[in-house]
């Protein structure tokens, strides 16, 4: 294999000849080799530092900082990234030590090499296209590397709320197709009133949909970066005028809302964007979990469960046992929001680890919060194609539970009263008798009156009866 050699302050190094990256990404992928989580992984977030060094090179153009011929190179190199090329260049673990540096150099050396290569010289020539002196001109990773996480999360984002909103039109595609469907509802796992299974799914479509306004409105914090703060927030470094110019042409760029943050010192060591994005995905996780443990309890048996629900069988269900059929499909997602949750969690403890003027720890926050986006996402596709869109619903089974149950008393409780509603229902329990029955048997209403009081359509929802009180 051709090599060239490539020196930095620790000493030189051997470099694969057709390598766009070079020394310092070398050494990081020698220093860091501890997950299998790598950049190339993550095309969003290596859109990201596209972005940021696109917006850099175009404001030190501005400045005087860039020839003609740099800067063209250096936007072509750029431009050639967000168009999915060059990604296998970016081999870094995303869990690093150095705040980022290693991810920041190694798109700083892909850019400069390509960039060489678009002048008409061979990478590794740096004095034509420098990875430091001029794709990371009026930079540090401090700033650089923040703003690049903040890129490709609301990306990131975007598609999340893609996926999500599937998933949540396919509950409500349900909820109207069972929506004259009855079944008991319950609440401590014990029966409750009546219901539709329109109402339930419903339900799951709404609490989901909820959660779409906080998405959202975490997400625009990733819209404030502090590109121009270098290396603390103070600008040294930089030029007077550069960080509003790197905001501007950024935005034009992505055709995003980008603001520069008010106070860079405090915006460089601040990470707390991840946090509050993390904690929307931790509630959709909570959320999901109980929503696939109600589809789980819904569809169990098929014989000894409620089995109001038919789940589609995805796969056999045991080694051992024939004919067993497992809910295969909520099952993976209740794993999906478990790990959410754990994400969230180290997002959290990294974020609290910050100290002084930065916060070492943004790769790992980073890794978490594109992780838990993209097993979500996974997750909401997963969960809409292979299960809720085939979804069946039982309807004799749920009638049968419907007349079977004492929870129907309540409906009476209203016009017989509290006293004589615990009175039929302690007796249906001794006896096995229905409800209904029963209430004819005592005389306590008529037929018509107590098909009245317990038609579907009265039990679903508020309603005024025209009927005398027994109590």
Not at 9 to 22: D, N, S
Not at 188 to 211: C, H, K, N, W, Y
Not at 436 to 459: C, F, R, W
Request: with cysteine; charged share 20%.
């Amino acid at each position: 294999m051709k090599t060239r050699i490539e020196s930095d302050l620790i000493g030189e190094k051997e470099i694969p000849a057709e390598a766009l990256y070079g020394v310092q990404t070398l050494r990081g992928m020698e220093n860091f080799p501890i997950s299998k989580f790598k950049l190339k992984d993550y095309p969003l977030f290596i859109n990201g530092l596209a972005y940021t060094k696109l917006g850099a090179a175009m404001a030190n153009h501005d400045q005087h900082l860039l020839t003609d011929e740099q800067f063209h190179a250096i936007e072509q190199a750029c431009r050639e990234i967000l168009n999915g090329q060059w990604h296998d260049q970016f081999p870094v673990d995303m869990i690093q030590g150095g705040a980022g540096t290693t991810t920041n150099m190694n798109a700083n050396e892909v850019i400069a090499n390509r960039a060489l290569q678009i002048m008409g010289h061979q990478a590794g020539e740096y004095q034509y296209c420098s990875p430091n002196d001029h794709v990371n001109c009026s930079q540090s990773t401090n700033d650089a590397y923040p703003t690049a996480i903040h890129m490709g999360l609301y990306a990131t984002h975007i598609e999340l709320v893609k996926h999500y909103e599937l998933l949540i039109k396919s509950f409500e595609t349900k909820a109207e197709e069972f929506k004259n469907v009855l079944k008991m509802g319950r609440t401590q796992l014990e029966d409750a009133v009546p219901m539709t299974m329109g109402q339930t799914f419903g339900a799951f479509a709404s609490i989901l949909r909820d959660e779409i306004k906080h998405l959202n409105e975490a997400a625009e914090e990733f819209l404030t970066i502090n590109m121009g703060a270098t290396a603390i927030g103070t600008g040294i470094c930089a030029q007077p005028g550069y960080a509003e110019l790197c905001t501007t042409y950024m935005a034009q760029i992505t055709g995003w809302n980008i603001r520069l943050a008010d106070d860079l010192v405090a915006a460089t060591s601040d990470t707390s964007c991840m946090v509050g994005y993390s904690s929307v995905l931790r509630r959709i996780a909570t959320k999901m979990n109980k929503i696939c443990n109600d589809l789980r309890l819904l569809g169990s048996g098929p014989k000894c469960g409620l089995h109001e629900l038919d789940l589609p069988a995805r796969q056999p269900g045991s080694s051992i046992m024939p004919g067993k059929v497992n809910p295969v499909i909520p099952e993976v997602m209740n794993q999906i929001s478990y790990k959410v949750i754990g994400n969230d969690l180290c997002v959290a403890m990294c974020n609290e680890a910050a100290q002084m003027e930065l916060n070492a720890m943004e790769p790992t926050m980073a890794q978490c919060c594109f992780e838990s986006c993209e097993i979500l996402m996974n997750g909401f596709d997963v969960l809409r194609e292979f299960c809720i869109n085939d979804i069946q619903v039982d309807a004799k089974r749920c009638e049968d539970y419907i007349k079977g149950s004492i929870g129907i008393v309540t409906a009476l409780n209203p016009i017989i009263g509290y006293k004589n509603s615990t009175k039929i229902a302690k007796e249906a329990l001794a006896t096995g008798k229905g409800v209904y029955e029963l209430v004819l048997e005592h005389g306590i209403l008529t037929k018509e009156e107590l098909d009245t009081i317990l038609a579907p359509e009265n039990m679903i929802r508020p309603v005024k009866l025209d009927i005398q009180p027994r109590r």
